[in-house]
């Protein structure tokens, strides 16, 4: 599972990059088209206002398909994992899986997509990185801002960083909320909580590694602290150890449970 999480993760990030190196270079374009420049200066004036504010529509125009694109991979990606976690938790039985839950996870899914995907808060960023050089009292040059904006969009990763920021969790999440779906249905208590460790896991995921948990304690870390943990929203089912956190729940039968660990047996019992 995780390489198939990985893979999907590298395969968005190339998207995104390809996404922003569009972005800068169509943004250029429009800048030496539309802003007016007289003796290599570009004033705070009404017709360059106008023209900065006009990026939002020229990128959304420009980028649409791209940005479809991604949409789209995501979802599918997504999809995909929702699938490899049915059958890797039921093998040949995945058909005991009411299609109504594969479908609910999807449609949550899609929505939280298209809640995150709009680039309009870079293009804020980026009109008000604009109209800042744009005002100084000498004005700018093209070549200034052309710097500027090569800093602000490629020098700080603008766009890859807007999709970092959620990309790389909203596959786990959703492998783990496509985990909790199918557990409940099987009716099983007990997790493995799965993902191993490296250099930059937290102490709360070290400590927690390859352990076998019940619901009850699962559901005791929303009230626990450590550093890491989402501060809005949390929910160990679907977050586990918090931001970037690669690891993930293996729903278990009783009988594993308490083979691997035989005092849940005498603590837990029988359902």
């Given at each position: 599972m995780d390489k198939i999480i990985d893979l999907l993760i590298r395969g968005t990030r190339l998207k995104t990059g390809?996404?922003?190196?569009?972005?800068?270079?169509?943004?250029?374009?429009?800048?030496?088209d539309n802003l007016f420049v007289d003796d290599n200066v570009i004033e705070y004036s009404e017709s360059n206002i106008k023209a900065v504010a006009g990026i939002d529509n020229r990128l959304n125009n420009k980028l649409k398909k791209?940005?479809?694109?991604?949409?789209?991979?995501?979802?599918?990606?997504?999809?995909?994992?929702?699938?490899?976690?049915?059958?890797?938790?039921?093998?040949?039985?995945k058909s005991i899986?009411?299609?109504?839950?594969?479908?609910?996870?999807?449609?949550?899914?899609?929505?939280?997509?298209d809640s995150k995907i709009s680039l309009e808060a870079a293009y804020v960023e980026i009109?008000?990185?604009?109209?800042?050089?744009?005002?100084?009292?000498?004005?700018?040059?093209?070549?200034?801002?052309?710097?500027?904006l090569a800093e602000k969009i490629k020098g700080r990763n603008l766009i890859n960083k807007h999709f970092d920021r959620w990309t790389g969790d909203i596959?786990?999440?959703y492998q783990r909320a496509t985990a909790n779906e199918v557990r409940?249905?099987?009716?099983?208590?007990?997790?493995?909580?799965?993902g191993g460790l490296i250099?930059?896991?937290?102490?709360?995921c070290g400590v927690h590694n390859n352990t076998v948990l019940h619901e009850s304690e699962i559901e005791s870390w929303f009230?626990?602290?450590?550093?890491?943990?989402?501060?809005?929203?949390?929910?160990?089912?679907?977050?586990?150890?918090?931001?970037?956190?690669?690891?993930?729940?293996?729903?278990?039968?009783?009988?594993?449970?308490?083979?691997?660990?035989?005092?849940l047996e005498q603590k837990y019992g029988s359902p």
């Open positions: 390809r996404l922003q190196k569009f972005l800068f270079d169509f943004l250029l374009d429009y800048l030496v791209s940005i479809e694109e991604i949409d789209k991979g995501i979802k599918k990606g997504i999809e995909e994992v929702m699938n490899e976690t049915v059958s890797e938790t039921l093998g040949e039985s899986i009411p299609e109504a839950i594969t479908n609910k996870v999807l449609s949550h899914a899609n929505k939280t997509v009109k008000g990185a604009i109209l800042s050089e744009l005002s100084s009292y000498e004005g700018t040059s093209l070549k200034t801002l052309k710097s500027v596959y786990y999440q409940k249905k099987l009716g099983y208590r007990f997790a493995i909580y799965q250099a930059t896991s937290r102490h709360w009230n626990e602290e450590w550093q890491g943990k989402n501060e809005i929203n949390y929910n160990p089912f679907y977050d586990c150890g918090g931001y970037n956190c690669r690891h993930r729940w293996r729903w278990i039968t009783d009988e594993l449970a308490f083979f691997k660990n035989p005092k």
